[in-house]
């Protein structure tokens, strides 16, 4: 009888021992910082809390990437016991896009033993060069082979520093001939498409211009048509 009254409390025990388990909660596990410029960095911090009845041990906390800077002191937190998770994000290089980067973490939580935590936002440019083109279709209609046609385009620079045309692909039928490959903020320059055919039919040509706009590296043209005799 002696043995079984010592043998309940024993059993109990390590029941109890067996279910205390380590949580670890999240105030929130995604952070938009909304807009920052870009060449700034911004601090940031996942607060949690350990909600359940065991030591919560955190293993590691990894970015996405070295633009994501997380340096974490304390790894041990008691039952109850709350912490943060500091973040710095440096923008050089994002200017002009929308990011979204991630930070895992590694604990003891049984349950949740790795964790994605999110920031999000929209980095903005201050200086920036940017490309408009009038019109960005062209339709020759109809040109007969050996013959050639021409269509002007207006280039405009919409930005705050110099655009520069830094390359234009195009057909072997096609001509581009530029006044300038460097346009002044608020500026403009005239593009001269030449389309000399050789073969007869329907065509569609796409002139492929590389600048120093952010936005939009490559800007198309679209050249369309009907080669007759």
Do not use: W
């Amino acid at each position: 009888m002696k043995k079984l009254l010592l043998f309940i409390p024993i059993c109990l025990m390590l029941s109890s021992l067996q279910q205390a388990k380590a949580i670890l909660k999240f105030e929130s596990q995604e952070i938009n910082f909304g807009k920052i410029d870009e060449g700034k960095s911004i601090n940031l911090a996942f607060k949690f809390k350990n909600a359940g009845d065991s030591i919560l041990y955190i293993k590691s906390v990894r970015p996405s990437c070295g633009c994501t800077v997380t340096q974490l002191k304390k790894k041990k937190y008691k039952p109850g016991e709350k912490g943060t998770i500091p973040v710095k994000f440096v923008s050089n290089g994002f200017g002009g896009r929308r990011v979204m980067k991630t930070i895992g973490v590694n604990s003891n939580d049984d349950k949740n033993p790795y964790i994605r935590l999110k920031i999000k936002g929209l980095v903005t440019l201050k200086n920036f060069a940017r490309i408009e083109i009038t019109p960005s279709n062209i339709d020759l209609k109809k040109v007969s082979i050996g013959k050639q046609k021409s269509k002007k385009l207006i280039i405009k620079n919409s930005g705050n520093l110099d655009l520069k045309i830094l390359e234009v692909s195009h057909d072997p039928d096609i001509i581009p001939l530029f006044s300038d490959s460097l346009i002044k903020p608020n500026q403009s320059t005239v593009l001269e498409i030449i389309f000399k055919p050789k073969t007869k039919g329907k065509f569609t040509h796409f002139l492929k211009i590389r600048t120093n706009d952010h936005r939009q590296y490559y800007k198309l043209v679209k050249i369309e048509g009907q080669v007759t005799r």
